[in-house]
């Protein structure tokens, strides 16, 4: 089970094609690429919120379409916080 760092979110979220090949963004491209496949996750509230504050300030415009699988993630990430 992995817990869920707002890097890792902001890092995929951020990326662009270049950058898949850094192993911080490959690295969270498999975190999330495991969640989606229905392994345990956890996160705390403050990290979904961090994130969300982050992708409405900074990237609102560029991720519109991404911006709505936060949302789907936050519903099957059980909080610990």
Do not use: C
């Not at 869920?4 to 950058?19: E, G, P, V």
């Not at 403050?46 to 936060?70: C, M, T």
């Amino acid at each position: 089970m992995n817990f869920l760092d707002s890097t890792i979110f902001i890092n995929w979220f951020k990326a662009t094609k270049r950058d898949l090949v850094k192993p911080e963004v490959a690295g969270s491209g498999f975190v999330l690429y495991r969640m989606e496949h229905d392994e345990a996750a956890l996160t705390s509230t403050l990290v979904k919120d961090e994130v969300a504050l982050w992708l409405s300030r900074y990237k609102r415009s560029r991720f519109s379409g991404r911006h709505q699988s936060i949302h789907i993630a936050n519903d099957r990430v059980p909080n610990v916080g």
